[in-house]
């Protein structure tokens, strides 16, 4: 007998007929879910879609989900959904991260001075996911409070089994299937897809009602190049032995603020509910935790996740099913890269749906794509490997920040926000590109995961500023080609290859325990790699944020 008859017996379930056959259903109202729904409609016109969602709309605007901040690439992923004239009017822009680091003698700050050319936002989620509901709700079939149990193979379609909260159960047909239920992995657990990444971070996480403020907390010095502007537009990061903690403002009254640690160095015990929570705040971050106590701002939730890695591929596959978001790839928040990941995914999906339709073969394709995310899921495990284990040692977290955005700005960044798979022979040649930098990468990521990289590092970890202000450094460079994208490919795979210099001597200096602050901040590096990193256009802020300090 089949599971689903058991189900739909066991649960006295009623069969209603078989409604209409789409071109895809997608299980999941989330981000993942939302995201491709829109990005599909707007590139295949013609296409049918039924959404199939376990709970109803509108959701809780603020204390509903974590994933409340962008980066670039999914700023820009956002942008081109939904516009920025709405991201920027309903949302809060950010203004990059900020990495604080105290100890017992000294405060330590890194970040920008200005907004970039191009916005990425911090939100509440729910509103977020509410106003994509309000897009789609006229143009595709959402089933709200309607769950996904089975699906079966059958010829050109696919029977896809879903009940309501009445019980009553209704049988889709469908070409395609896609998992976006997040961490239900529906589709991922029916085929025995998913694992765990080999990460030991978890993490703990609470809204408050209120403006939690850097300038507060810690207030800047005359001393301090950030002195006299409003730092609570950055993503804050507050680095520790094993820890991180984010503050983000996702509106003018409401604020996010979570750790992420290492299972390996803070037992999840000392975190587990709120009170504790803040106890462990008051061993480890004593200025924050008293800042919070003093402010006494009202908590709207506390949630935690352990050990949240996982992966689960392939992305997408021949027998017509796909897995974005959550159910494909969830490795760690430490850069916000989850709805970049979701941006990638949901580009391979759409390609292919829309290749198949215009009736092209979609085999090579897929095995294409495929193979470019299970090349991300290695570089990016390798970006977050005993990452947190550093996080007390300020040349680390300096070099480290450094190399991954060099890593980010200079290879992927890039590459999707011009379009850069948009043809497939192009892609490879592209994909080629990046593979080299990665390689470079790895190179030097194995270096800063030694112990031996702290104890060389002494001295540069001495001589290196408290102050460290980005706005001015190679990564400004790097990162003007993003302020002009324009979809020219000839330039892209120019601009990868002078990235891939820049990585090699980047390699060289940490091979060689140089500081690499020299390079970075007062380019001491040879002159042709800052002349062809940008020559594509200086950085410089975007003229009409400035007036927001
Ligand atoms: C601590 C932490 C911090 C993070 N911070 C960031 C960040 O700053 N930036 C970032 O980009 N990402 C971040 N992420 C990643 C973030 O989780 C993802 O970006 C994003 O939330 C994934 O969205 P999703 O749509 O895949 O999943 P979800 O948002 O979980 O949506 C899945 C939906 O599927 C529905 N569903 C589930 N099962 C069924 C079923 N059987 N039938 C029908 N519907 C179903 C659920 O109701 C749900 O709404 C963070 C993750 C963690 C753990």
Redesign the pocket.
């Known amino acids: 007998m089949l599971i689903i008859n058991k189900i739909i017996n066991y649960f006295n379930i009623k069969l209603r007929d078989i409604v209409k056959n789409y071109d895809v259903v997608i ?9 491709l729904a829109s990005q599909l409609l707007r590139d295949i016109p013609d296409i049918s879609i039924c959404l ?4 109803k709309f509108p ?1 809780e605007e603020t204390a509903f ?7 670039d690439l ?1 700023g820009y992923y956002l942008r081109e959904l939904l516009g920025d004239e709405y991201l920027s009017r309903e949302h809060f822009i950010k203004m990059g991260m900020r990495f604080i680091y105290t100890n017992d003698k000294l405060y330590k700050e890194m970040g920008i001075r200005n907004f970039p050319q191009k916005n990425s936002y ?1 939100f509440e ?1 729910g509103k977020l ?1 509410n106003h994509f509901f309000s897009l789609l709700q006229d143009k595709i079939d959402i089933l709200q409070n ?4 089975d699906v079966e193979d059958e010829g050109h379609f696919k029977k896809i089994h ?1 009940v309501e909260l009445s019980k009553v159960q209704k049988i889709i047909n469908s070409r395609w299937i896609v998992d ?5 992995k ?1 589709i991922s657990r029916k085929y025995n897809l998913s694992s765990k990444g080999n990460l030991p971070n978890s ?1 703990v ?1 609470f809204r408050v009602k209120g403006a939690v403020l850097v300038d507060e907390i810690y207030p800047a010095e005359e001393d301090n190049p950030f002195y006299g502007m409003d730092r609570s537009y950055s ?1 804050l990061h507050i680095d520790g032995k094993g820890y991180w903690i ?1 503050v ?1 403002r996702l509106s003018d009254h409401t604020t996010s603020v ?1 750790i ?1 640690f290492s299972e390996n160095i803070h037992q999840f015990d000392s975190l587990s509910d709120l009170e504790k929570t803040f106890e462990w705040l008051k061993t480890h971050e004593r200025v924050f935790y008293d800042y919070l106590l003093k402010k006494q701002f009202s908590i709207l939730d506390f949630k935690y ?1 352990r050990k ?1 890695a996982s992966i689960a591929q392939p992305c997408i596959s021949e027998n017509h099913w796909a897995l ?5 790839i ?1 490795l ?2 430490v850069y ?7 941006c990638i995914e949901n580009t391979f999906i759409v390609d292919v749906l829309a290749q198949e339709k215009n009736g092209q073969d979609i085999k090579e394709r897929m095995a294409f794509y495929n193979s470019v995310i299970s090349d991300l899921v290695i570089a990016y495990s390798n970006v977050f490997d005993k990452m947190y284990e550093q996080k007390d040692n300020w040349y680390y977290i300096f070099v480290k920040y450094v190399v991954d955005s060099v890593f980010y700005f200079g290879s992927i960044c890039p590459c999707f926000m011009n379009k850069g798979m948009r043809d497939f022979k192009n892609a490879k040649i592209i994909w080629d590109k990046i593979h080299k930098i990665y390689m470079e990468y790895d190179k030097v990521n194995s270096i800063l995961k030694t112990k031996k990289f702290s104890e060389n590092n002494r001295q540069n970890n001495l001589d290196l500023p408290r102050f460290i202000n980005l706005s001015e450094s190679l990564f400004a460079k790097i990162n003007s080609y993003l302020t002009e994208p324009d979809n020219d490919l000839e330039k892209l795979i120019n601009l990868l290859q002078d990235n891939y210099q820049v990585m090699c001597k980047i390699c060289e200096y940490i091979s060689s325990d140089r500081n690499l602050y020299d390079l970075y901040i007062r380019r001491d590096g040879p002159p042709e790699i800052f002349h062809t990193s940008w020559r594509y256009g200086e950085f410089f802020p975007n003229p009409e944020m400035v007036n927001r300090n």
């Not at 916000?336 to 979701?342: A, Q, V, Y």
Request: proline residues 2%; glycine residues 16%; negative net charge.
């Open positions: 299980i999941g109202g989330g981000l993942a879910g939302l995201t199939i969602h376990d709970a959701n989900k974590v994933g409340e901040a962008t980066i999914g911090q989620r996911e309607t769950r996904f149990l879903v976006a239920s997040g961490r239900k529906v993490s996480w993503s984010w983000l979570g992420c996740l949240y974005t978001g959550d159910a494909c969830f760690d928040p916000s890269s989850g709805i970049d990941l979701m």
